[in-house]
């Protein structure tokens, strides 16, 4: 991931945009992350705007500590209570 300091950001978005195809452009200000450039090859727009949604992290925050704190189902065990075939059954087709 190439990483450049805001103040050396002189070039147009496009070129920068361009660029970020072949790896991510992450910037910075006082040595600290501000934003980032990157394809959206690998991720959809919805998965991007979810990630940077406040209510959405907030509600993934409160599962982890649900998890953390009550404990959970095993993948298997949800998959059982779904009807689906378990995870070895899918690794062996």
Not at 22 to 33: Q, V
């Amino acid at each position: 991931m190439k990483t450049v300091p805001l103040k050396k950001v002189t070039a147009s978005l496009a070129k920068y945009a361009k660029q970020s195809r072949k790896e991510p452009l992450l910037i910075t200000s006082a040595g600290k992350a501000v934003a980032v450039v990157l394809p959206l090859d690998e991720a959809d727009v919805e998965s991007v705007k979810l990630s940077m949604n406040p209510e959405f992290i907030r509600i993934i925050e409160r599962s982890r500590k649900s998890l953390k704190a009550r404990g959970g189902l095993s993948d298997d065990e949800m998959r059982r209570r779904l009807g689906l075939a378990s995870s070895d059954k899918q690794d062996k087709a």
